[in-house]
């Protein structure tokens, strides 16, 4: 009984901290934040996060999550890109263009072809804070077309697999041949550099900061991709990769869904893989397979209610009414969530089956605040910050185009 009454005052305290109306997922409400993100969270080019003074301020005091840069970049392209098909929006088109831009500079400011995490121009007053955030992934000063920019490494797979993400949505969403050059010239040349390096991620320096070693599911994607744009470069690349590697990619996933707790954004990294390498794929027989990878992840993770998972679920296995209703009503519950990282504890609100973990996922307007909020993981009790650091909405607008292109609103 407690339990229920913690509930319903906490869901009562949160409708009234974001006006006590109720919300319905609206076009109005992804314009406006697609609006604050070109406003407040690209300041130089690819996403990051500010902080305010106070948790109730509007005055922008510094900004951070420079290390997830890149993955961002690639999930707000995909999510401009399915706007662009749905609406064909010149102001769509131009954002397309301006997150692959960032992503273009991402690869070139490195002088290898090497994907940056972060970069920005060294005379940008927060730049400072940036490099003292990430000062143990190493801060790199180059210049640009004329112009000096620190850049962040040690580069991660799941900034390339955010990246992409982006790619492989954009080149079939934007039926534009600026846009398709771009994509193709960025795809091929983030694919070369690892192939040329066998996947491993090599800095300037020589060092090594990880390996897709062990990952077939994720070389294979990048592949398809390579694939759709390049074709004449990595159609039989990847078709080799596809006959040695079509069973074996299942065994890394396997792995992870033993844990469906512990580093939960490794399964975001796995869902937008294998959207990519099964939506793409032309043979039957090989889909199959795919298919049989991606219900043992789906048999982890469908029923956490999470709304990105569950649309990219439609993308690749079509219409299911219940599982569909379940992306409104998430999309409509995430509009009633602050967007500032409040600490929030939920300990004794909710059943506990272990430390900092319930029982079963938590509504979504009671998840924990955070950058993108369906890499987290739904049986969080309590986590964020001190209030002052503004997550993008990217957690909301990609989801919400990717259900009207599908039509699940």
């Not at 949505?169 to 398709?180: A, F, K, L």
């Not at 969080?380 to 185009?401: K, N, V």
Request: charged share 25%; net charge neutral.
């Amino acid at each position: 009984m407690q339990y229920a009454v913690a509930r319903m005052a906490i869901a009562v305290v949160l409708s009234l901290s974001v006006g006590g109306s109720c919300a319905f997922a609206s076009e109005q409400d992804a314009l406006e934040l697609s609006r604050t993100i070109r406003e407040r969270h690209l300041p130089q080019g690819t996403v990051i996060d500010p902080i305010f003074a106070t948790p109730s301020s509007g005055e922008i005091v510094s900004y951070t999550r420079g290390a997830d840069s890149a993955i961002w970049t690639g999930h707000y392209l995909a999510a401009e890109a399915f706007r662009y098909k749905v609406t064909a929006s010149p102001e769509a088109l131009a954002h397309v263009r301006d997150a692959l831009n960032g992503i273009r500079a991402l690869r070139r400011i490195t002088g290898t072809n090497l994907l940056a995490r972060c970069l920005m121009s060294v005379d940008w007053r927060f730049a400072n804070a940036i490099n003292t955030e990430e000062a143990g992934h190493g801060v790199t000063t180059d210049t640009l077309d004329g112009k000096r920019y620190y850049w962040i490494g040690n580069t991660s797979r799941d900034q390339y697999a955010g990246v992409f993400f982006g790619l492989g949505v954009t080149y079939e969403m934007v039926d534009d041949s600026e846009v398709r050059t771009i994509v193709k010239e960025e795809v091929t040349l983030l694919l070369e550099f690892l192939l040329r390096n066998n996947w491993a991620i090599v800095m300037p320096s020589g060092a090594i900061s990880t390996v897709f070693w062990g990952r077939d599911d994720q070389q294979l994607s990048f592949l398809q991709v390579g694939r759709q744009v390049n074709p004449e470069r990595f159609a039989e690349l990847y078709k080799e990769k596809r006959k040695a590697a079509a069973i074996s990619m299942a065994l890394p996933i396997t792995l992870e869904t033993f844990d469906e707790h512990g580093s939960y954004f490794k399964f975001n990294i796995d869902y937008i893989n294998l959207y990519n390498l099964i939506r793409l794929e032309d043979s039957a027989k090989f889909r199959k397979r795919y298919l049989k990878t991606y219900k043992i992840l789906r048999n982890a993770t469908g029923d956490h209610n999470n709304a990105h998972f569950d649309i990219i679920d439609r993308g690749l296995k079509g219409e299911d009414e219940s599982r569909d209703a379940r992306i409104r009503a998430a999309l409509e519950q995430w509009l009633q969530r602050p967007r500032r990282d409040a600490y929030m504890d939920l300990r004794n609100s909710y059943p506990s089956c272990s430390n900092n973990r319930a029982c079963s996922p938590l509504p979504i307007i009671a998840r924990v605040r955070t950058d993108f909020l369906w890499q987290r993981s739904p049986f969080q009790l309590s986590g964020g910050g001190d209030g002052r650091i503004e997550s993008a909405g990217i957690d909301y607008i990609l989801p919400y185009w990717m259900a009207r292109y599908y039509g699940v609103l």
